[in-house]
């Protein structure tokens, strides 16, 4: 980078219970030289969710506002104000909507007052939500250049996309639909200017299990995320209740949130309640040693809840195959019957005959978990990613 003590990383919302990748994304950075400011939007109501939750105390939030440092921002650049009024009034929304876009402009100032203080060249936005509004607003002071990753179909982050957007220097989607779909979205934006890029696992981390040759006779099969109604717990338990009663296995169930009691009562009523076992929220550390003990990784979302799930490159790294969805960009993820297995989306016979196909061959089970690794290897290193993102921010401060 042209300034190794330039970049910030912004967060919604920072530290969250599925964070862990960005401060992987953080810590790479750091390692290749750049000296990173984490700011976020604001405080989770609870922060005690990974590892390195007691280290982020230098995470600099939004909100609760500044309002002496806004106010004064504000007064000390009457030309920056005049133009955050221009960018809320030529939204393409209702009033309500521009009067709550407005509302952002001290928040904004607290931003842009922040970067200056520390002489911060450029922020890294992940979210095409309000945060874009946000720091959109806050660069048209000149004083930091900033960038977008996208995480989920826009349709997600609400609306005026071409307002938060077109004054990124750059955009990074985690898949390739997702670029496809800024291309169609906002058709003006330099399509050179849009990459793909994953946000990684650390592969040095989370290392193959190894396949004894006489292996147990049960199979374990493992789902890691949070418990809501997207996730597709549902699916995957309808599926394992209609395999045949010799096959011993023990699914497990990482993770927690609102639809555990419900689940738990799924199982229930599946006469599952020897096969099925909830192991709450893990660390790092947790998830690692349930991967090492792991045969099949099983992720059965639906909808537009995923984009490139962090869990199936996790389960990938550790050399366990994986049965996941066909959502956001799982497809460029996994080629299927060599590196994992995709089902089409809450298709219980689709994932009855996934388990089948991995359980009815033990060999074909390691191949294809050996083929995972690879694949994450060479496809996920969040090391690599930063280095990348690294890269695209530097070529553009040039630029």
Not at 107 to 118: D, I, P, S, W
């Amino acid at each position: 980078m042209t300034n190794s003590g330039s970049l910030a990383v912004l967060i919604p919302e920072f530290p969250g219970q599925t964070h862990i990748f960005f401060w992987r994304e953080i810590q790479a950075l750091r390692l290749d030289g750049a000296s990173v400011k984490i700011i976020s939007t604001r405080a989770p109501k609870t922060r005690n969710f990974h590892e390195f939750c007691s280290e982020i105390d230098e995470t600099f939030y939004l909100t609760p506002l500044r309002y002496f440092t806004s106010i004064l921002f504000c007064l000390r650049n009457p030309r920056w104000f005049a133009s955050t009024l221009a960018y809320c009034f030529s939204l393409k929304c209702s009033l309500k909507l521009r009067f709550r876009t407005l509302l952002f402009i001290p928040v904004a100032a607290n931003l842009a007052a922040y970067c200056t203080e520390h002489s911060i060249h450029h922020v890294h936005v992940h979210s095409s939500a309000d945060a874009s509004h946000i720091t959109a607003l806050a660069s048209l002071c000149k004083k930091f250049t900033y960038s977008v990753c996208i995480h989920g179909n826009l349709n997600q982050y609400g609306d005026n996309h071409k307002a938060k957007l077109s004054s990124a220097k750059f955009i990074v989607t985690v898949t390739k639909p997702l670029q496809e779909e800024i291309y169609s979205t906002i058709p003006q934006y330099p399509k050179d200017r849009v990459h793909v890029l994953a946000m990684g696992v650390d592969v040095t981390k989370f290392l193959p299990r190894k396949y004894p040759e006489i292996l147990e006779k049960q199979f374990v099969i493992t789902s890691v995320s949070r418990l809501v109604h997207v996730k597709g717990h549902k699916f995957a338990l309808q599926a394992l209740a209609q395999l045949p009663s010799e096959i011993n296995f023990l699914y497990q169930i990482v993770g927690d949130g609102e639809l555990r009691s419900e689940l738990e009562n799924e199982v229930q009523t599946l006469g599952l309640n020897d096969r099925v076992t909830f192991l709450g929220f893990q660390k790092e550390g947790e998830v690692y040693n349930t991967l090492m003990n792991t045969d099949i990784f099983m992720l059965t979302s639906f909808g537009f809840g995923e984009a490139a799930p962090v869990a199936i490159m996790e389960a990938m790294a550790c050399g366990v195959a994986s049965i996941c969805s066909i959502i956001g960009g799982t497809k460029d993820m996994i080629t299927n019957q060599h590196d994992g297995m995709l089902v089409q989306q809450k298709n219980i016979h689709d994932i009855k005959q996934a388990v089948l196909f991995l359980l009815s061959d033990r060999k074909r089970l390691a191949t294809i978990g050996a083929n995972a690794r690879k694949t994450a290897e060479e496809k996920f290193s969040h090391k690599q990613s930063a280095s990348t993102l690294l890269q695209y921010i530097s070529q553009n401060q040039l630029a």
